[in-house]
């Protein structure tokens, strides 16, 4: 069975500075993975995806993943935090429901971001 | 663009009341998902159905029922409600299958407190 680790349960960055989010995941063959992120009292929006396609990532709002296959990782990473980011961020992997055509989402717990004036 | 939408939004009941939660779909995905978060567990799949008119339990199905009657509708019964059924309850939907991995995309949440 598949899992997913997120590291931080919680992370603080200053404005203008790096943002790192690291998410750890287990599978057996090659995984689908994804992040999404979650602003206060809202729904799910899909940052961005990997589909084996290339192991760097580019998604929404200047967000970018790198698979990283030999230490089972797809952190989450923008060069500059804004206050706009400020959320919580779900790091997700895709596996098989059953033996039939159904897939599920296996969830991290989350990662909250803060972003410091 | 509404994409998924629930309703209703915000709900309160008292125990042993039921209801149903309302999803809609305008993407035409054959897929559509019920999840539950709460504090510190994530999201949690109630129940799935792969195609119109047919159903299946995830992880947390116990006190729900569901109906896909129409391919853009999925409807969520609490039968008897109970406050540990307490939580945000999301809708999704995609076009993810065995060999097709297209993301799942969420409606805004259903805020259900059971007093």
């Known amino acids: 069975a598949q899992s997913v680790t997120q590291l931080d349960s919680h992370v603080s960055v200053s404005e203008g500075t790096p943002v790192l989010l690291r998410c750890n995941y287990s599978?057996?063959?090659?995984?689908?993975l994804f992040w999404y992120v979650q602003h206060p009292n809202k729904g799910l929006q899909l940052l961005l995806k990997?589909?084996?396609?290339a192991t760097l990532v580019k998604g929404i709002n200047g967000f970018e993943a790198e698979f990283k296959k030999s230490e089972t990782s797809f952190h989450l990473t923008k060069p500059s935090a804004h206050m706009s980011d400020a959320a919580e961020y779900f790091c997700v992997v895709s596996d098989l429901l059953n033996a039939g055509n159904n897939r599920k989402l296996i969830w991290g717990l989350g990662t909250s971001l803060a972003v410091n004036p | 663009n509404a994409g998924v939408t629930q309703t209703p939004k915000f709900q309160v009941l008292k125990t042993g009341q039921s209801m149903t939660l309302q999803c809609a779909q305008d993407m035409n995905h054959n897929s559509m998902y019920w999840y539950r978060q709460d504090p510190g567990m994530g999201l949690r799949l109630i129940y799935y159905?792969?195609?119109?008119?047919?159903?299946d339990k995830g992880e947390v199905p116990d006190g729900y029922n569901v109906s896909r009657l129409k391919k853009q509708n999925f409807l969520l019964g609490l039968e008897s409600a109970a406050p540990s059924q307490t939580s945000v309850y999301f809708c999704?939907?995609?076009?993810?299958?065995?060999?097709?991995?297209?993301?799942?995309?969420f409606g805004d949440g259903t805020r259900l407190s059971i007093l």
């Open positions: 990997y589909t084996s396609a």
């Open positions: 999704a939907s995609s076009n993810q299958g065995r060999y097709s991995n297209q993301p799942q995309h």
């Open positions: 159905s792969a195609s119109e008119g047919t159903t």
């Open positions: 599978s057996s063959y090659s995984p689908s």
